[in-house]
């Protein structure tokens, strides 16, 4: 199957999700078209790890003596079957072709949320579009939303890493690991949301991120005030 063909399948296998992924693709490219390109670069690379399993499988059928005659992926995929060996292949093209909405819907939401959380770091920064260039930014705030979106979701936390991150490439693997520690740390507390009563402790995913920073942050500005 050609990657076309397997977004029509998945598109008619779940209608609902791929009028979101539109929809989610479409405000991406309006507010940061670079982010939305990427995006459709990532989904390119679903669809081509698609279809190297579906190959692999292909083989794995061909080789078989016991499906010697059963029709390979590539034409079990959006067909209809009666026969009860048919039915388990069938259902495995079902989970592959769910698989890719899955990953192609995340992926919008993903490049949605990594634009509006740029614009907004931006907003709340104007100093750094003086500091730093687009490019440099751009390329900054890429590694660092990959490596950890959650700290892009606060503008004042997500402005001072990247800045620091823009202003000292050289660090940047330093940085993320620093981050990469504090995620870790955010996740445990995020576990212990709970008080000794029993009742749900009301505390923001970003209060945490900031704490959870500030713990590998002795130093930081937020630390320092009285």
């Not at 931006?122 to 730093?132: G, T």
Request: proline letters at 5%.
């Amino acid at each position: 199957m050609t990657k076309e063909e397997i977004l029509v399948e998945a598109g008619n296998a779940h209608p609902e999700m791929f009028e979101k992924v539109a929809s989610l693709l479409s405000l991406t490219k309006r507010l940061e078209p670079e982010f939305a390109d990427e995006a459709f670069d990532d989904i390119n690379e679903v669809l081509d790890t698609t279809i190297r399993l579906m190959g692999e499988y292909d083989e794995k059928v061909k080789t078989s003596a016991a499906a010697s005659h059963a029709p390979t992926f590539g034409q079990r995929v959006g067909g209809n079957f009666v026969d009860v060996g048919a039915r388990v292949p069938a259902i495995l093209a079902a989970n592959f072709l769910t698989s890719v909405a899955t990953d192609i819907y995340s992926l919008a939401k993903g490049a949605l949320s990594k634009s509006s959380n740029y614009k907004a770091i931006l907003a709340q920064n104007p100093a750094l579009a003086d500091r730093f260039s687009p490019t440099d930014l751009k390329r900054s705030f890429a590694t660092l939303h990959r490596f950890a979106p959650e700290f892009t979701a606060d503008p004042t936390l997500g402005g001072h890493l990247l800045s620091a991150m823009a202003e000292t490439p050289e660090n940047q693997m330093n940085i993320i690991k620093t981050l990469l520690d504090s995620r870790q740390k955010f996740l445990d507390a995020k576990g212990k949301q709970f008080s000794n009563n029993g009742m749900r402790v009301d505390i923001s995913d970003s209060e945490r991120m900031k704490n959870a920073f500030e713990l590998d942050n002795p130093n930081s500005k937020r630390n320092k005030q009285p």
